[in-house]
């Protein structure tokens, strides 16, 4: 597999001896210009929303659209039928924080597949209502969320990311899956997402 670039200080430095807390709900991310960050978001109940080829086309445009007007650089991704990773950096911009960035990727493709499924009177349906009677596409809270903090770790994140759907037995090789970036880092430029150069 090509490997990008490497480039210096991808991620924030720490500390020797700093000490990072072992639940992921306690950590402090760092929000700033040029961190990388990795990113994972499931289904609600895990169940596979993303299973369908024709959805899971849908949602990669939908991360394009949110990657071409955010400014954040994008360096990796993978669609899978029940969830999604991410690896990007901050953008420079202030008013696209991570946060807002995965909101202005979920959450209007969620509301235009469940209406797509309302109007067909799906039936899974029933098994996105929680106790309340509210609909969710998306598991709640704000996933896997986690700073980057070194080269090494980037580049194993990114081969995580294509080498997923193999692992799970969806294909054989991570250039037969096409959502994903593992075409790109080949040199196969045709597909819905535009990755970003590291360095």
């Known amino acids: ?22 639940h992921r709900k306690r950590l402090h991310r760092i929000e700033a210009p040029g961190h990388a960050r990795y990113l994972t978001c499931s289904c609600y109940h895990r169940l596979a929303l ?24 994008l360096l990796a991704w993978v669609v899978m039928p029940e969830h999604f990773h991410l690896l990007l ?27 797509r499924w309302r109007g067909l009177a799906a039936p899974i349906l029933d098994r996105l209502r929680d106790a309340s009677g509210v609909t969710h596409f998306w598991q709640r809270g704000g996933g896997y969320d986690r700073n980057i903090v070194s080269d090494e770790e980037l580049y194993q994140k990114i081969e995580y990311l294509h080498a997923n759907p193999v692992q799970r037995g969806l294909i054989d090789r991570p250039l037969d899956w096409a959502w994903s970036s593992a075409r790109w880092y080949e040199g196969i430029r045709e597909g819905p997402i535009t990755i970003d150069h590291i360095g």
């Open 50 to 73: 993303l299973g369908n080829p024709a959805i899971r086309d849908a949602f990669a445009d939908q991360i394009e659209c949110v990657h071409a007007r955010s400014a954040f650089r």
């Open 89 to 115: 950096l901050i953008p420079n911009l202030p008013e696209w924080t991570v946060p807002k960035i995965l909101q202005a990727v979920k959450r209007p493709f969620a509301q235009r597949v469940i209406a």
């Open 1 to 22: 597999m090509l490997r990008p670039a490497r480039a210096k200080h991808v991620a924030p430095k720490f500390r020797k001896g700093r000490i990072m807390p072992s």
